[in-house]
């Protein structure tokens, strides 16, 4: 396996970061995970739009250009061979001393993997999850803003852990007022009066690209949908449930805090959006 590392492809074992890094030391740093479809990178410019705006957000030079960084990833591609991929893209504080002054950090670190991944067995994306929402609430955006896709993910894994004692792959995680944000790694939609929704970002999510992808494929299919507040309650008396990300993809929830939801099997929405996204991710995507 070949990383990319600070402009040069090397082997996966050489391919290592200085202990001082504050992207390890602070999870001061910023990445994107992107998917390769048939020798396609989906949503690369979208990507790589959110990327230099969470870096803009915590004042983080990309030591590169955008083309030459969406070179990188296709290089990437090549170099492993590889035509459906996901590619994690991290660009970090990089090298300073033990305080967390990122000044003391003077070029940032960035690295492309480029790998496959399979998040859910295949039979849940036809059965379905059990999810279960947590404890452990979404920090607010006057403290950490969401739309900062930012390298520390403890909140997230605290959530993760939650989750894993519940018996259930994923959490839904709730802001301080209690509406559903998202989940740890996926944002979360229901249909609910036969309505798509979506909480607003405002309410502690990711801007997850899956989630705007599924927002124009509801538009250009002509199905009702909103951007709309909703807490567990709404979830509990929807007709579907189905989380959105890059890794998951479109992923059935068929069942929340051990309520069935709806009849407890994915719903014709979930299928019919399923269907459109497989097809444009065929379809659309810059070529490796
Ligand atoms: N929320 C969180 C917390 C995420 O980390 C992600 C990405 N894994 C998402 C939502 C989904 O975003 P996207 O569709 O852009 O992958």
């Known amino acids: 396996m070949k990383i990319w590392l600070n402009g040069s492809l090397v082997a996966k074992e050489q391919a290592v970061v200085s202990v001082f890094d504050h992207g390890l030391l602070y ?31 915590i004042m983080l030079e990309i030591p590169l250009a955008r083309d030459a960084l969406q070179a990188a990833v296709l290089d990437t591609l090549r170099a492993n061979g590889l035509r459906d991929a996901y590619i994690r893209l991290v660009v970090t504080r990089g090298t300073g001393d033990l305080g967390l002054d990122p000044r003391k950090c003077p070029t940032a670190t960035v690295f492309i993997i480029a790998d496959t991944i399979t998040l859910y067995a295949a039979e849940l994306y036809e059965r379905g999850l059990a999810v279960a929402t947590v404890s452990t609430r979404r920090i607010p955006a006057v403290a950490v803003d969401p739309r900062i896709k930012s390298l520390n993910y403890l909140n997230n894994i605290l959530a993760k852990i939650e989750a894993n004692t519940l018996g259930v792959p994923e959490a839904i995680m709730l802001n301080l007022e209690g509406r ?75 069942k929340v805090d051990t309520r069935p939801i709806g009849p407890g099997t994915p719903g014709p929405v979930t299928r019919r959006l399923t269907a459109s996204f497989r097809e444009m991710t065929r379809r659309e995507g810059v070529p490796v």
């Open 27 to 57: 999870g001061d740093g910023v990445f994107e995970g992107i998917r390769a479809y048939d020798g396609r990178v989906f949503k690369l410019g979208e990507h790589l739009a959110r990327l230099w705006n969470s870096a803009r957000a």
């Open 180 to 254: 559903v944000a998202e989940c740890t790694g996926d944002n979360v939609f229901i249909v609910r009066r036969g309505r798509l929704l979506t909480p607003p970002i405002a309410d502690g999510g990711l801007e997850g690209i899956t989630r705007d992808t599924v927002l124009d494929l509801a538009r250009s299919l002509a199905i009702p949908h909103a951007e709309e507040s909703f807490t567990p309650y709404e979830i509990y008396t929807a007709e579907e449930c189905f989380l959105t990300g890059t890794a998951a993809e479109i992923i059935p929830v068929v």
